[in-house]
């Protein structure tokens, strides 16, 4: 029955979940807690933090964390969009410049960083331009692919009954490539959290990020751990939010 | 044709344009240097330039090996078995989508700086998406070649060397070629992040030297074994391929 | 002491299934016995369990109640010594030639690779696929890739071929042209053939025997036995009347079936 099997999978996620737990709590305490930081030891940080005790500035930082993904992925998804469409409408140019936007994809983004920080600075411009970088690759690419797998045939049928341009995009292309192009800005969001996460954490002032260092530095790992938590929050949250819009976007089209 | 034309013209107009720009003094040359200095930085910074990519590449080749052989076995393993399947795959992915530069300070603080935390980071980075993908194609092998092989009386052992195993080997391929870009990331993430010996940390300290040049030409270096280092591995793929069509 | 003659005996065999929406019955009470050399078709409407009964002669699928023998001996599980399965789709190998993918058996059996090589080769030629050695699957067209299949499950040299609908995939012409060219390769190798059709043309083109089954839960309704030599022509007066009475047996149990 397969009501029964499904209890069954869960009961043992479940148990997993609990196992591994007690196995980190019994070991982080063997071992130096300060190093293993056993799940109990990370509770009452985690309430020191969201009561604001260990650090106050936790929602500014929190604030300026949000503001440089918004601004970054704002930014990814203007050029992304507009890269994009350029490349994708006019077949030569599409032909020729997607393999090098594919290339540049070949390299670990985070090669580009020190140059940004050279250029930025530790302020918050670096991390945006950081997050901008990596999420605007998966846009461009998904709005390239998107429009490549729509069929000619429609467009040479809409042309057919007089459709200008604009229409065109609107009525046949937009919907057809919908699908790849929600994914394509998911992963997008995605991506730039995870650089101005990465952009705060190898080196800022301030933000999540540069909490995160702080604490670390000073082997507060319970804070360290409680921060990583919030941030973690953060993370899962966007992309929560990411799916539950695609799936409103999908509505649109169905 | 036409289409290398166009992409020689670019590169040639953009290198120009950029070189011009530099010139004429429109840009702080202590940020933007012009393409002929980070020229003659790279023949500066050359034989050190190489050493660093060679100790970068070391750990990534190691962390690679690794990865490839955890991932795959993981990811035989679990995909194959029903109950491991369907307990641990969300786990599995919630592993991969978790940016893992959040736990990069306690790995560093559990095995210090050096090889260690590389290579160790390298792996947590390249596993995932292999693991992944070789589930996903254990999962869809076709029921019907299963079907054939027990027909046929294979043993167990028979049908995971047989069957299954060349039946995942595209997927293999995709997550080892996806792979190569992940471990080479988390190398260089580590060595940025606790000045580990490496392209990571020249490329950090160039930075905070503000040379501007030398870091150019370590960025386009690495930037330029990255990219062969992945075209090799797709023409192995395309090789290895020649019964998909 | 006498030879015996029936190569498969299959008595009182009954299989359930369990669905999402209750048991069912997919087979009651089956008997049937094949004497050896003989090509035996099993014809009925969908869901009637032909597949089920050929998936326990090849040993895959185990039933609920009554017994299987294969030379006497009961079916425990696959077989491949004795008996050799063709399934409706090829199902081959995409990764392997021609040449591999018929030396497969072979090759699970451990069998020398010169030697596999050699029997793989020499089906080459009556399986019409010389020069076709060394092309992949997605080179051969529908009714090249169920030769190789055929040629795969000849390749063990097995007593008894099990072939559940395996031209089903295939066009008109190609089925027909199959299966003549199946029937030459049974009387050359004189095998022991359980096959099963919808086509009507098929089983009495190709069969010694004919069971009919029944609509869902499936039992043998009826046998016909046919002595007629081959090839045989389909438009004489007595192949004309076994058409229709085989006609009127199978179409009572398809109209159940689709109710």
Redesign the interface.
Known sequence: M?RAAAMT?VA??LG?LAFVLAVWEIAGRMVNPL?G?PPSAVLPSLRDLLLLRSYPDLPASLLLTVREIATAYLLAVAAGLGCGFMLGMHR??G???G??LA??Y??????????L???FGLDAASKIAFGFLLGFFPIALAVLAGIRQVNPQLVVVARAYGAGTVTVFRRVMLPAMLFTLVGGLRTGL?LC??GV??GE??GSKAGMGAL??HA?GL?R?GD??AL?LV??VL??GS?VLASLLERRARGWTE | M???I??LV?VIAGLGAWELVARAGWVDPL??PAPSAVALALLRIGRGALAGLADTLGKTALAYVLSVVLGVSAGVVVGSVR?LR???S??VIALY???K??????IV??LGYGTTPAVFYGVLHGCFPIMVLVMGAVRDVDRTLVTVARSYGATTWQLYWKVLLPAIVPSVLGGMRLGV??C??GV??VE??AGVRG??HM??S??NG?Q?PE??AA?AL??AA??AI??VLDHVNDKLSRWRG | MSARPELITIEGVTKRYLT?SGPIEALHDVSLSVDEGAFCTLIGPSGCGKSTLLGMLGGLVTPDQGRLRVEGKPVTGPDPRRVATVFQEAGLFPWRTTLQNVEFGLELQGVPAERRRRTASELLGPLGLSGFAEKYPRELSGGMKQRVAIGRALALDAKILLMDEPFGALDEQTRVLMGEWLLDIWRRTRKTVIFVTHSLHEALFLSTRIAVMTARPGRIKAALDLTMDYPRGMESSEMVALRAKLWSEIREESLRAMR
């Open positions: 397969p999978v043992f996620r997993l190093l930081v030569l140019v032909q020729a410049w393999p090098m290339a540049l070949a390299v670990p983004a985070v090669v580009w960083y020190p140059s920080m050279l250029f995605a959290v995870i996460v990465v954490i190898l995160i260092n670390y082997l790992t360290y751990v990583v941030t973690l993370i899962v992309d | 036409k289409v290398r166009l992409q670019t940020f933007v109950l369907d307990v641990l969300p786990y989508g978790i940016p530069i959040l736990v990069l300070p306690w603080l559990l870009v992940f080479l990331l260089l993430v940025m992040f392209m990571g490329l950090g160039y930075a503000f501007a870091l150019f960025t690495v930037s990255s990219i992945v075209l | 999402s």
